[in-house]
């Protein structure tokens, strides 16, 4: 499950790429010509994806835009990037799609995101959450030099300062810095958690979404494994927060789902052995024999 939403924040000079690049390669998935197609085929994954705010056209009978929250969230560092009611539909579009996946049949759920400037909006909703310093969490992000980086560090720290005392209210939260993909992608968490199916999360986008949904849903995490690992700061502190630990280390920082998808099949290979495989006992193998070697 791709969710895709804009973020008014890359006016400040946030992001590499201009803003249409989200709506661009919302289109590539759709057709699917993206990384996540070809990495999720190989996989034996389907890919659906789900537009939440992002800056574009949608006709009426567009399927991926049901859910669709607004055209583009706000930019947090000088307002809120959701009103209340916003965030509360988009988490609540996020449940519906898990139930949706889960009724339909999948036992495995996968969350990745497409959006220009998700990363500063992710960053500061860990930053809010474990208290890391702006200068501590912020990353490089699509590629950006020393000067953007300095500008999205300084839109996180205003972001921050805005958001106050309403880091203790996930969902106020996700209104004041996060955005509607950010809030889907918290409430698809946590009911895949309720629905009590495993959910393989990506990279630093989700994580601080899912960080958002064990707020929500304590507890959630224990349904969650973390695909892999970013080279992004903020996403090592969600990770340690969440306690989970990943499955590959590549230094992937595409999105998409494309570190979740890369380590499936070595959670499927997984699940084989320990379905599969004979025991020492089935195989008529000796057992160590417990004598002191040394």
Known sequence: MVFAGDHGVTTEGVSAYPAEVTAQMMANIETGGAAINVLAEAAGATVRVV?????????????????????SSGNIATED????????????????????????GADLLIAGDMGI?????????????????????????????????????????????????????????LAACGGADLAAMAGFCAQAAVRRTPLLLDGLVVTAAALVAEQMAPGARSWWRAGHHSPEPAHALALTQLGLEPIIDLGLRLGEGT????????LRAAVSLLTSMATFSEAGVSERSGRNLS
């Open 81 to 104: 990037a959701l009103s209340s009611d916003e965030a509360v539909a988009a988490i609540e579009a996020g449940r519906r799609v898990a139930d949706d996946e889960v009724d339909g």
């Open 117 to 173: 400037g998700n990363t500063t909006a992710a960053t500061a909703l860990i930053a809010a959450l474990t208290g890391a310093e702006p200068v501590a969490a912020v990353g490089r992000g699509t590629g950006i030099d020393d000067a953007a980086w300095a500008r999205k560090t300084a839109a996180v720290r205003d972001a921050l300062y805005r958001t106050g005392e309403r880091r203790t209210d996930p969902v106020a939260l």
């Open 51 to 71: 537009d939440m705010a992002v800056d574009r056209d949608t006709a009426a009978t567009d399927a991926t835009a049901a859910h669709k929250v607004r055209r």
């Open 259 to 266: 570190g979740a998808a890369v380590a499936l099949p070595i």
